[in-house]
C-alpha cells in the first residue's frame, strides 16, 4: 500500500458532491471508464477508493471536526470556531463541504468497484472477492462518517456516471443498515491478513462493526442486541487467531520507524515517496507548541513544525495517576538546547550548552524560589498559553525533508487493538456486564503501568493501575479513552456515541461551553448540496440550529 498513487476517477460524480471540487492537487494519474473494467483497473480503483482516507486523517480539516470541541483539546492558535462552537460554524464553510464532498466521491468509486468487478476477467473469484469486500468496507465507512458527521443522508448504492440533482436525506436507520451489510460482506471475505499493510482485513471490519453496533445502540434507532453484537464483534477481532496483538509498551505503537506493528489493525497508508504521498500527513505541526524563541531552542526537525493549534485542557492532563507512563509517552514536557549560546534566565546569564534541559513545563505550580534555583525556564500551569503547553508527540516526524516541510510522512492509525479492548468493554458494560468489562479494562491500563527498578516493582505498579466492577461507568471509560487514545482523531465521535458531547464539553472546555447546543451534535449540511439539489431545502432540508 505504500506505492498507492492517489488517483481520480474520470466518472462523472454527482452534482451534489460538487463535480469541480475533485481532489486536484492530489492527482497523480487517471482511470479510464474502460480501465476499470480491467484486472489493473480493478486494482486502481480500490487503491483510489482507500486515497479519500487521506482528506481527513492527518490534515487539519479531520482534526478541527474531530479533536476541536471536544474536552481533550481547546483553542492553541487556530480558528476558534470549531472549538468555540461559534457562529462561524456554517453551511458555507470548507470544513464541512471538504469531507462531505470527499467522502460521496469515495463512495461514488467504491460503488463503481463493486458494480464492475464481478466481469473482471483474468483474475480469481476469491480476488474480486477480497477487492469488492476491501471497497464494501470503506464505503460503509466513509457513510459512517457522514452519518455520524451530518445525520441523514444521501444514500447511493450504484455507480453514477452522469450528473443528478436528486437527493434526499434518508433515516440514519436505513444508513446503519447499509453500512452493517457491507460490513457482513467484508467480515465474510476479508482475510486476517493483507497483501499490503494499510488494506482492510478481518479484524478490521469485526473491530469497525463493534463500533457500528455500540454507535446505533445509543442512538435514537438503537435495535435490540446492539451492544450484545459490538462486545461480540470486538472480543472476536481481540480473538483471531494470528491477529493483532497489543505491544507490550504503549511508546512503541508511536515510536518513530515503527509504525507497522502487530498492535495497528488499520491504518491510513504515507510515504516517504514525494511522488506518492500526496499534501502527506500534517497531524504532526498541530499539536506542537510554539518551542521556538525559548532560551537554547530553534526550531528543528526533531522538535518538529510548531503550528500550535491543539492545547490539551487541564482535564486531559490531570487524567493520569502516579503509576500511569501514557502522560509521559504521550506528552513532552521538556525541550532540550539545541542552540548554544549564553541566555538570561530567572535573572542570571545561564550559559547552556548542546543537550542541556532549555525549559520544562512543570504539571504543578512552582513557586519563584524553585524557578531561581534551576539554569532552565520553567512553566507551571498557570503559565501555560496559547502557545506554551504540553504537546502531544504521537505524531513527531523528523523524517520530512525539511524544518518547514508540511508533507509528514508516517503513517496515520485508524483502529488499533487497544481501541477494540475499550470498545468490548464499553459494550459489555452497557450490556450489564461490568464484571466482564472490567477485564478488558485492566488489560490496557496494566500495560500502561511504569517500569519499576524491579520485576515485583513492575508488577506492584501493574496491580496499582487496575480497577475494580464497581468503578466503571460511561465516564470512566470515556476517561480510559482520552488516557489511551489521545489526539487519535476520535474523541468528538465518542462524545457523541456517548451522548456526553454537550455535558462534558461544558465542564472540561471552557471556551466552548458558553456557545455549545444540543444541536451541536451535528454538522450543517453543505449550502451547495442544498442548493444543487431539486427543490432545494424542502427537499434536502438544513440540520436544526444552522443557517
Known sequence: MKKILILSLLLTSLVFVSCENMLEEDVRTEISNEHLNTALGMEDGVNAAYSYLRTWYGTQNGGFLSVYGTDEYTTGSADPAFNGYTANIHSASGMVSGPWNAFYEAINTCNAVIERAPKVTGVTEALKNT??????????????????????????????????????????????????????????????????????????AKHFLARVYLTRGASKVAQPGDYTKAATFAKEAIATPNGPKLLDDFWMIYKIGNE??????????????????????????????GYEGQPGMYRDLPNGRPWAHYKPNNYMLNLYNAYDSRNEKSFQRVWYCNKPGTYTINGKQVQMALGDTSFYLSPTEVTPAQKAGKRYVIFGPSEYTTGIFPSLSKYLDPNRISINEAKGTRDFVVFRLADTYLLAAEALLLDGKADEAVTFVNTVRRRAARTGATAAETEANKKAME?????????????????????????WFDLKRTNKLVERVRKYNPVAAPNIKDFHVLRPIPQAQIDRTEGRGEAFPQNPGYN
Open 260 to 289: 507497522v506493528n502487530n498492535e495497528v489493525i488499520f491504518s491510513v497508508q504515507y510515504s516517504t515517496n514525494v511522488l506518492t504521498n500526496g499534501n502527506g500527513n500534517n497531524a504532526h505541526m498541530f499539536y506542537i507548541m
Open 467 to 491: 480497577v475494580k466492577a464497581a468503578d466503571l461507568n460511561l465516564d470512566f471509560i470515556l476517561d480510559e479513552r482520552s488516557r489511551e487514545l489521545s489526539g487519535e482523531y476520535m474523541r
Open 131 to 204: 477487492r469488492i469486500a476491501e471497497a464494501r468496507f470503506l464505503r460503509a465507512y466513509y457513510y459512517y462518517m457522514l452519518v455520524e458527521i451530518f445525520g441523514p443522508v444521501h444514500i447511493t448504492l450504484v455507480e453514477t456516471q452522469g450528473a443528478s440533482t436528486i437527493a434526499k436525506r434518508s433515516p440514519i436507520e436505513d444508513v446503519y443498515k447499509v453500512i452493517i451489510d457491507d460490513l457482513n460482506f467484508a467480515v465474510a471475505n476479508l482475510p486476517v491478513t493483507a497483501s499490503g499493510f494499510g488494506r482492510a482485513t478481518l479484524p478490521a
